[in-house]
């Protein structure tokens, strides 16, 4: 689509708006004026002595709407508080002439980010009472009353763990890149553990490098590891020993005794075998995931999944009788080749089961993924609407809680991925990581550590390596890059130390 950006250069929010409301359209940015037919936004900021104003004239398919925002210049003094209410009044104005010219109301409203509970968390610990807050979801954001009601479960739950946390913790996130095989729609790092068998010894001694170094920071620190997560990729492509060997190395580095929980993401039902779990149990691991994506193999299939429904009630039996405290299973909505019956049936057999925790994802594809390149027919973004709206009812009839959402460009339907837990079982991993309340100190393939000052809104993002040709023997350089992080810590604690 044609985009005419006046008075401001908020290319970003304006494009954020522009894939959520037409997630065909690519923003072009012409020099000359648009022709008679041609659809186009017209984007206009104004500024007056008490108000600025967003002012957008959309055309499409021949039809025209002319819409504005107005939001007081009080207050915007600060610029980075300026710039995301010039934003606010833009994408106000656009998003009421899509409204106005398509008659569609996205679920999320006009709320574009990937962590859309950061909002009523903000305003509760502002002190807003939760109705003020669901009203002001409403009334300013146009957020769905289904949203609202997941976003403000969650925004409790983050408030609850934020409360709890205190300013020497941190969490500990290992990344694992290889899988046994490659999923049509992966867009994580991942490489198939058997073209690249040969870097996964390499890898290890790499990473017990940097666990080593990461360990003599977190002491000299006097920071505490709160939780732990071995994330991937599929953690359980390695064979037991090596399990044993990058978990043994974690134990002893680190100091586990206040660790509340310890996550080891299995995954892929086919890696899982009662060997790794033994061996994940005694090294202090006490949650893990099972995904079966679909309980439907011809949906597997069409995936590239490589593993069978079979294999997903097999392993799953095998994760109980190893004795974790929680489980969590994985679906995806929206997956090609499924229906809403389809779906239905996956939520319903993974209820029968009874884990702990379910996280329903909605499909997202980035450019890249197999499936995109294949053009493999996806549901209708209604058949998807359909099968979250079983989820969510369904889930919270079975006494399931939502914890933790966040959502992801270019997902389908603008919709969202949202953790449900029993209540008390939720992942505090999974909260800080998301709502981004403390630290995460991340090690492996494809981890970026995340330096969180909380009071101050401020975060210093440190990336290692993606792909393990560049991870190996980077250790060194990766334990220097990550020093700015002991003043980092020593100042939070002095900070919090202090009447
Ligand atoms: S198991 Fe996950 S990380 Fe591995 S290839 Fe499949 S989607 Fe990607």
């Not at 012409?30 to 957008?56: Q, S």
């Not at 040709?469 to 700015?484: H, M, S, V």
């Amino acid at each position: 689509m044609k985009l005419y950006l006046e008075g401001h250069g908020h290319k970003y929010g304006t494009e954020q708006m522009l894939l959520m409301l037409f997630p065909d359209r690519r923003p072009e940015y012409p020099d000359t004026p648009p022709g008679p037919e041609e659809d186009f936004l017209r984007l206009t900021l104004k500024r007056g002595g008490r108000w600025m104003t967003g002012i957008a004239l959309l055309r499409l398919n021949g039809r025209t709407a002319r819409r504005s925002c107005r939001v007081p210049l009080a207050g915007t003094e600060d610029a980075v508080v300026r710039a995301r209410e010039e934003q606010r009044a833009l994408k106000t104005a656009f998003y009421r002439a899509a409204v106005e010219l398509t008659g569609r109301r996205p679920a999320w409203g006009m709320l574009t980010g990937v962590r859309p509970v950061k909002l009523p968390t903000r305003a509760m610990e502002a002190g807003l009472t939760p109705a003020r807050t669901e009203r002001q979801l409403q009334d300013r954001y146009d957020v769905s009353p289904l949203r609202r009601r997941l976003a403000m479960d969650c925004a409790r739950a983050s408030l609850a763990v934020k409360r709890s946390l205190a300013p020497e913790e941190i969490s500990l996130y290992v990344g694992i890149p290889f899988c046994p095989s490659r999923c049509a729609y992966c867009s994580f790092i991942s490489a198939d553990v058997k073209g690249c068998l040969k870097l996964v010894e390499p890898f290890l001694d790499t990473l017990a490098e940097e666990i080593a170094g990461a360990g003599e920071l977190v002491r000299r620190a006097g920071m505490r590891v709160a939780s732990v997560y071995i994330g991937g990729g599929t953690p359980t492509t390695l064979a037991p020993a090596q399990l044993e060997r990058l978990m043994g190395a974690i134990q002893e580095t680190f100091d586990l005794s206040g660790c509340r929980e310890y996550t080891v993401e299995a995954g892929r039902p086919d890696t899982i075998t009662p060997e790794k779990l033994a061996v994940i149990r005694r090294l202090g691991g006490d949650r893990i995931s099972v995904n079966p994506q679909s309980l439907r193999d011809e949906v597997l299939r069409a995936m590239g999944r490589a593993h069978t429904v079979e294999q997903v009630y097999e392993a799953y039996g095998q994760v109980r009788r190893a004795g974790f405290t929680a489980v969590n299973m994985d679906l995806i909505a929206g997956l090609p080749g499924d229906d809403p019956a389809g779906f239905r049936e996956s939520l319903d057999g993974v209820l029968a089961l009874a884990p702990e925790n379910v996280t329903v994802h909605t499909l997202a594809l980035k450019r890249g993924s197999a499936l995109t390149l294949r053009g493999a027919p996806l549901p209708a973004g209604a058949q998807v609407a359909q099968m979250l709206d079983y989820a969510w009812d369904r889930l919270r009839e079975a006494g399931y809680v939502p914890y933790y959402l966040y959502r992801q460009k270019y997902m389908s339907g603008g919709f969202e991925n949202v953790g449900w837990c029993r209540p008390g079982l939720e992942s505090v991993y999974n909260i800080v990581m998301m709502e981004e309340l403390h630290s995460i100190l991340s090690l492996g393939g494809g981890g970026v550590t995340k330096l969180v000052d909380p009071a101050a809104g401020r975060i210093r993002r440190i990336s290692n390596p993606k792909y393990p040709y560049d991870y190996i023997g980077a250790a060194p350089r990766l334990t220097e890059a990550r020093r700015e992080a002991l003043p980092f810590w020593q100042a939070l604690r002095d900070g919090a130390a202090r009447p």
